[in-house]
């Protein structure tokens, strides 16, 4: 079973900055795509940003430019450079593996991830 343990997550002003890191117990085939994925109350689960195995990122369009997801294979790790950070960006942050693959790039719908982290909370006050 692949286990996934997210850190990183707190609080911080508007403006402000977090990095979110993801532990995958196993980096192969079966794991990617991988990619992060956000969850506020009452909304539907967000893809944020996607990466395949080349290295090929996929972002929503609500974090493009500020967000930027990076992986460290030799540490089986994946990252989530978080910057100027909103109020809207409060959520639970989730990372995933196992995505499906379509043309080369990842999907970034929930539906299509096989593993999943326990989640760490992102909070961003105004």
């Known amino acids: 079973q692949v286990q996934l343990v997210e850190s990183g997550g707190g609080s911080v002003q508007a403006g402000g900055s977090l990095r979110l890191s993801c532990t995958v117990s196993e980096y192969s085939d079966r794991t990617f795509c991988m990619g992060w994925f956000r969850q506020a109350p009452g909304k539907e689960r967000e893809g944020v940003a996607v990466?395949?195995?080349?290295?090929?990122?996929t972002y929503a369009d609500s974090v493009r430019g500020r967000f930027t997801i990076s992986q460290d294979n030799a540490k089986n790790t994946l990252y989530l450079q978080m910057n100027s950070l909103n109020p809207e960006d409060t959520a639970m942050y989730y990372c995933a593996a196992g995505g499906q693959l379509f043309g080369g790039y990842c999907s970034r719908s929930s539906s299509g991830y096989r593993y999943w982290g326990q989640g760490t909370q992102v909070t961003v006050s105004s």
């Open positions: 990466i395949n195995s080349r290295g090929i990122t």
